[in-house]
């Protein structure tokens, strides 16, 4: 005669089982990653006492990428929204501490969120709208990007258009720091111009408060392309009115 189970031999079967069915739908861990650009030496031999300061604002990204998680190129016409890999905080405040930091360190001036205004420091503000940027794992990141600088003392501003690809292998961190790379050179080419115009300003003085009159006639031109690296810039050059 065959004997029934008995709930003691039962029980230590059913707990495996459940404990196997929780395993296997345990959610796998979110990965977080950020566009922080490595600190390095600056341009200059200190940043104490900066002769000038950058203002960089808040910066504009497309609707499509403006959420915490990552956002990955399928094909030409389709994404992948990935849950488990996301930003350490809002792209754009990723993408702007990144410029703060490497703007700090390659225009060797003092770069944060928020700028005093003090009136024996020219301020260079910094405006950046992300056209594009696009997440291509295992082939290319690209960042396209409309980028100014503008005086504040005198409204004068040079707007550029940068367009930097770079190429990755597969995986989520390697898009990261894809990205990483495009955004140094952004910032490198954004530095190269506030040191272009804080340069010109010591060479001529500045006008008194309140003096009206043109801008000085200083000539401003984008930053040109980087060897090895699909980098576009349009110079265009707006001067305050009289």
């Keep these: 005669m065959r004997q029934t189970p008995s709930w003691r031999t039962m029980v230590?079967?059913?707990?495996?089982?459940?404990?196997?069915i929780l395993t296997a739908c345990a959610s796998p861990p979110t990965r977080f990653y950020t566009l922080g650009i490595e600190a390095g030496p600056t341009m200059t031999g200190s940043t104490a006492g900066p002769s000038f300061r950058i203002d960089v604002r808040p910066v504009k990204v497309p609707a499509a990428v403006a959420r915490s998680q990552l956002v990955v190129q399928v094909n030409a016409a389709q994404v992948e929204v990935r849950e488990d890999d996301r930003w350490a905080s809002s792209l754009p405040d990723e993408i702007r501490y990144a410029l703060i930091a490497g703007l700090s360190h390659q225009a060797g001036a003092a770069g944060a969120k928020t700028v005093a205004r003090n009136g024996d420091v020219p301020v260079y503000q910094v405006a950046v709208d992300v056209q594009r940027f696009e997440s291509w794992p295992g082939s290319h990141t690209l960042i396209d990007v409309v980028w100014d600088v503008r005086t504040l003392a005198d409204g004068e501003t040079l707007t550029c258009h940068s367009v930097?690809?770079?190429?990755?292998?597969?995986?989520?961190q390697a898009v990261v720091d894809g990205h990483r790379r495009a955004i140094r050179i952004v910032a490198a080419q954004i530095a190269?111009?506030?040191r272009a115009l804080a340069a010109s300003a010591t060479d001529?003085?500045?006008?008194?408060?309140?003096?009206s009159g043109k801008a000085r006639n200083r000539m401003l031109s984008c930053p040109q392309a980087t060897d090895g690296v699909e980098t576009v810039t349009d110079r265009a050059v707006a001067r305050p009115e009289e």
């Design 164 to 172: 930097v690809s770079e190429a990755v292998p597969d995986g989520y």
């Design 12 to 20: 230590p079967t059913v707990t495996v089982i459940g404990l196997a």
């Design 204 to 211: 001529s003085p500045l006008r008194p408060a309140g003096a």
């Design 192 to 194: 190269k111009v506030v």
